[in-house]
C-alpha cells in the first residue's frame, strides 16, 4: 500500500512499515501536524507537493513564453542539445511550430523547431538569420524513419506514432554549432536518430542569443498557421551533444522524470507554473490565449 | 472551453474585453473567440465545441485560404 497526499490514520502507517507502535516519533516521522487524525501528508515537516504538470497549447490562436534569457549564452556558436516532450493532439493535419528560441521578436532572427505538413509531414530545424535560412529537414513517412517515428503519414492527433506509454514523444535536436551550416544537426524521434532524406539550405549565419522561447506559436506572430495543437513538457537544453545513451536515458525516465545532469534551460509546468529551473531564463513563463497549465 | 466565430463587428460591440484574445481571420472581418463552459454567447456566426473543432473547419480545403498565411516565414 502507498500512502498518497490524501488523508490517512496512523494505521496506515503502521501497516505500511509493519510496525505495532502508534506514536509519530515511534514510527519514524518528524511531524507537526495537529496530532488529531485523519493527517494530510502537507502537515508534515520536509514535506513539499509538487503538482507534476505540462503546458497544452490548443492549437487556435495561444502561446506560452519565456523572456529574460542571458544574451551572453547563444546559438550556433558551439555544442548544444535541445530536447523537449510533446503530445499531438491536432485533430486535423496541420502545421505545428514547437519551439522558437530568439533574441527579439522578429521573424528574421531564431532558431525553430517544427512541424509542417508538406510532402507527407517533416520535422524541420530552422536556424534562420535575417532572411536566410539554415534549414534542415526530415520526412518522416518515408525510408527508415517511417518505423522510426511510427507515422506513416500525416502526424496528428489520430496518429501521434511512436509514443511512451502516455501518448508523449521525446524530440530531440543536436547542434554542432562549429560544423557549417546545418551539417552539425541531428534530430531523434524518441531514443530514434532520424535519417535525414530531405532538404537542407545551408546560408549564412552567425550566433544568436535565445533571450526569448515561445512555445507552440512563431515567435513574431499570433494565430498562424504554425500554432500548435500539441502538449509540451520538460524542454531542456543542455551544452553538450548528447550520445544515443543519454538520450535513450532521458527518453526512459519520461516527461515527469530526471533530466540528465543539470541542463542549461530546464523548463518545466509544475505547481501551475511556468519556469526554467536551469540557469537561463531570469523570468516566469506565462501562457497566453488560452494557453492553459494542466496537471499530469 | 468553447469557441465562437463572430463577425468583427459583433466582437468590438460585445466581447471587446473577452479574457483570450482572438485568433482573427487575414482579412479581419471576423475572429474566433474563446469563452468559459457556460458563458453566454449571441450572434455568433458558428460555434465549436473545443479547439479540435475549431481547426478541422479552419485548415479545410475551403476555409484555409482565409486564415492561413502563405508566406511561411513572413
Known amino acids: ?10 494505521s496506515d502507517i503502521q501497516t505500511e512499515l509493519g510496525s505495532t507502535t502508534d506514536t509519530l516519533s515511534g514510527l519514524g516521522l518528524e511531524a507537526t501536524p495537529q496530532l488529531t487524525t485523519p493527517f494530510n501528508m502537507s502537515e508534515f515537516e520536509n514535506y513539499v507537493a509538487v503538482i507534476e504538470g505540462y503546458y497544452r497549447n490548443d492549437g487556435v490562436n495561444d502561446y506560452g513564453q519565456i523572456t529574460g534569457g542571458a544574451s551572453t549564452n547563444q546559438f550556433g556558436s558551439g555544442r548544444l542539445s535541445v530536447s523537449f516532450w510533446v503530445k499531438q493532439n491536432a485533430g486535423s493535419h496541420h502545421n505545428a511550430q514547437m519551439l522558437n528560441f530568439a533574441p527579439g521578436f522578429s521573424s528574421s532572427d531564431r532558431i525553430m523547431i517544427d512541424y509542417n505538413t508538406g510532402a507527407g509531414g517533416k520535422l524541420r530545424f530552422n536556424h534562420r538569420q535575417g532572411s536566410g535560412n539554415n534549414l534542415k529537414e ?38 554542432d554549432g562549429a560544423v ?13 536518430q532520424l535519417d535525414h532524406n530531405a532538404q537542407a539550405t545551408n546560408g549564412s549565419r552567425s550566433n544568436l542569443a535565445a533571450t526569448n522561447l515561445r512555445v507552440g506559436e512563431n515567435i513574431h506572430n499570433v494565430g498562424s498557421a ?21 538520450i535513450q536515458n532521458i527518453y526512459n525516465n519520461g516527461p515527469k522524470g530526471a533530466t540528465l545532469g543539470n541542463p542549461h534551460i530546464e523548463i518545466n509546468f509544475n505547481n501551475n507554473t511556468f519556469t526554467d529551473e536551469g540557469t ?13 497549465i494542466q496537471s499530469h | ?43 455568433y456566426l458558428q460555434g465549436f465545441e ?3 473543432d475549431v481547426n478541422v473547419w479552419r485548415y479545410s480545403e475551403a476555409e484555409s485560404v482565409n486564415w492561413i498565411p502563405s508566406d511561411e516565414f513572413a
Open chain 1, 180 to 192: 557549417s551550416g546545418v551539417g552539425g544537426v541531428n534530430f531523434w524521434w524518441n531514443d530514434q
Open chain 1, 138 to 175: 526530415y520526412y518522416l513517412n518515408n525510408g527508415g524513419n517511417n518505423s522510426k517515428s511510427g507515422t506513416g503519414g500525416n502526424w496528428q492527433a489520430s496518429n501521434k506514432g511512436n509514443t511512451n506509454g502516455q501518448g508523449w514523444t521525446l524530440l530531440t535536436v543536436t547542434y
Open chain 2, 50 to 52: 473545443n479547439a479540435t
Open chain 2, 1 to 43: 472551453m468553447k469557441y465562437y466565430l463572430l463577425t468583427i463587428e459583433e466582437f468590438n460591440q460585445n466581447h471587446a474585453d473577452c479574457v483570450h484574445a482572438p485568433a482573427y481571420n487575414l482579412n479581419n472581418t471576423q475572429c474566433i473567440i474563446e469563452v468559459e463552459d457556460g458563458e453566454e454567447v449571441s450572434n
Open chain 1, 1 to 10: 500500500m502507498g500512502v498518497g497526499n490524501l488523508p490517512f490514520n496512523l
Open chain 1, 226 to 246: 504554425g500554432n500548435a495543437a500539441m502538449d509540451f513538457d520538460k524542454i531542456c537544453v543542455y551544452s553538450s551533444i548528447l550520445s544515443a545513451s543519454e
Open chain 1, 280 to 292: 537561463h531564463f531570469s523570468n516566469n513563463g506565462t501562457v497566453n490565449n488560452g494557453g492553459s
